[in-house]
């Protein structure tokens, strides 16, 4: 079998060992680098969703996650919105599944 490995890589021995911190480095810059990427901006949208999430009040114009415009007639206590579609069209969501704020006037524009 000394034809498939050569004569020099199989007198190599071990490979030649580094510092032991840079192991313990790499992992920090790695997990550094993994917070400013991945973890904080999704805790950011997180926090972004929740101070819109309170904000909601009768009489604003939202879009929600399924693509429906309407203004907010009634707003629970117990997490959901009562949207007006139409004028005797309405809708029972839950808060957390309005997606944005439009401004005012926005449903008679369309």
């Not at 199989?10 to 911190?21: H, I, R």
């Not at 972004?48 to 203004?71: F, Q, W, Y």
Request: charged share 20%.
């Amino acid at each position: 079998m000394s034809f498939l490995i050569s004569e020099a890589a199989a007198s190599a021995g071990a490979p030649a060992q580094g510092s032991p911190y840079s192991l313990i480095i790499m992992l920090v810059v790695f997990a550094l680098i993994f917070y400013f990427m991945i973890l904080r901006p999704q805790q950011k949208r997180a926090k972004d969703h929740r101070k819109l999430m309170e904000s909601i009040a009768k009489g604003d114009e939202v879009l929600t996650t399924g693509g429906l415009i309407g203004r907010v007639n009634k707003v629970s206590e117990t997490g959901y919105v009562v949207l007006e579609l139409s004028e005797n069209t309405e809708v029972t969501i839950k808060r957390d599944f309005v997606a944005a704020v439009l401004p005012k006037g926005t449903m008679k524009a369309i």
